[in-house]
């Protein structure tokens, strides 16, 4: 199962993101967790220790990488380099594994927008190819507010999108946009996942105001979250509610996949 992730910053993407892969992993799944926000934070979500955090790097940040690959620098415009790198050792190579979860670090392209036609753009975009034709039981894909790194020809292979809202009018705005975008590419598994859920009445509320899309489920508002956090210890062990809920969603997403 592959699955992409996305919505607003400080939505609650990452959160879901580190819930569903542990609730995977503690399943007996095997699961590649890729985090491909330009501020990855998805290794401190997921508890991962200081040791193995210190060994993660983005790969769009990987000067000398990047220039093996494609034959040109980082940040190089013009000029000739590989359009299709090699990229199938990277996975195992530049991850890292904790209780159950392998963890990839993408980083995002700075330089010259979303056509960016740069080294580390075609590394980038080959390398997320790939990870969509692996054959990993699962595949969490921590992604920004966007579609940019789904193209046409694999929208096939992501199983679903969620996309995750609180229950703000702002926040089901940035979601249709997001609806609109996955779809002019041809991706129609699209659900809602409620975060910061504190009344039976904000659940309502999306599934009333939702932008044509099924809530999938709802994580509610928990100080626990922010505790966590200061603590450096994952939400899915620190609140209960949380995980909980996370296993309903994989619940529910399971069914409707099937």
């Known amino acids: 199962m592959k699955l992409a992730i996305s919505g607003k910053g400080g939505v609650g993407k990452t959160t879901l993101a580190a819930l569903l892969a542990q609730v995977y992993a503690d399943a007996g799944r095997d699961v590649l967790a890729v985090d491909a926000d330009p501020s990855p934070c998805l290794a401190g979500a997921l508890g991962f220790p200081p040791d193995l955090r210190a060994r993660l790097s983005p790969i769009a940040e990987m000067e000398d990488l990047i220039y093996e690959r494609t034959g040109a620098k980082k940040g190089q415009l013009g000029g000739f380099f590989t359009l299709n790198p090699r990229v199938d050792d990277i996975p195992e190579r530049f991850s890292v594994r904790h209780r159950g979860v392998r963890l990839l670090e993408m980083g995002a392209v700075d330089t010259g927008g979303s056509g960016c ?64 975008l996955a779809e002019d590419i041809g991706l129609t598994r699209l659900w809602l996942v409620g975060n910061k859920v504190r009344t039976p009445e904000e659940e309502d509320f999306l599934h009333r105001e939702t932008p044509g899309l099924p809530l999938l489920g709802a994580l509610p508002a928990d100080p626990g979250v922010l505790e966590a956090d200061r603590l450096g210890i994952p939400v899915y062990d620190h609140v209960p509610a949380l995980r909980r809920a996370a296993e309903k969603i994989a619940r529910a997403l399971e069914e409707q996949i099937a």
């Open 117 to 180: 036609i740069c080294p580390e753009s075609a590394l980038l975009k080959t390398l997320f190819t790939h990870l969509l034709f692996r054959k990993d039981d699962v595949l969490i894909l921590d992604m920004y507010a966007g579609v940019e790194h789904l193209g046409r020809a694999t929208v096939d292979f992501v199983d679903a999108m969620l996309i995750v809202v609180e229950p703000t009018r702002r926040s089901l705005g940035t979601a249709r946009q997001i609806k609109k």
